[in-house]
């Protein structure tokens, strides 16, 4: 199993910063996939960014050029520092891990942290 932990979320205004991170402990050598998703208040969750154990991030493209991913393997742990925010980021951030393929037999298909209000106000 898998644990995640994120931290960094709050309220900032129009244009500033924040920095989520997310840290994994347990079986994080079954991990391949990390990434960040949100879900504001009436609407369906949706991806932010993500990227596998060794490959390129994906971002959202409403997000391109102002977030930004990283993933310390070693630490296994993920950021997210997100620039320039407007009000519609607003939303609960949520990391989440996807178990590699080899490992699919003996765990869970992915796992959720328990979330991270970021509010932006305008």
């Known amino acids: 199993q898998v644990q995640l932990v994120e931290s960094g979320g709050g309220l900032v205004q129009a244009g500033g910063s924040l920095r989520l991170s997310c840290a994994a402990s347990?079986?994080?050598?079954?991990?391949?996939?990390m990434g960040w998703y949100r879900q504001a208040p009436g609407k369906q969750r949706e991806m932010v960014a993500s990227?596998?154990?060794?490959?390129?991030?994906s971002y959202a493209d409403s997000v391109k050029g102002r977030f930004t991913f990283s993933r310390d393997n070693a630490k296994n742990t993920v950021y997210l520092q997100m620039n320039s925010l407007k009000p519609e980021d607003t939303a609960v951030y949520y990391c989440?891990?996807?178990?590699?393929?080899?490992?699919?037999?003996?765990?869970?298909?992915?796992?959720w942290g328990q979330g991270t209000q970021v509010t932006v106000s305008s």
């Open positions: 347990g079986s994080t050598f079954s991990i391949d996939t």
């Open positions: 990227r596998r154990r060794f490959g390129s991030t």
């Open positions: 989440n891990a996807e178990t590699s393929t080899y490992y699919r037999e003996s765990y869970p298909d992915d796992y």
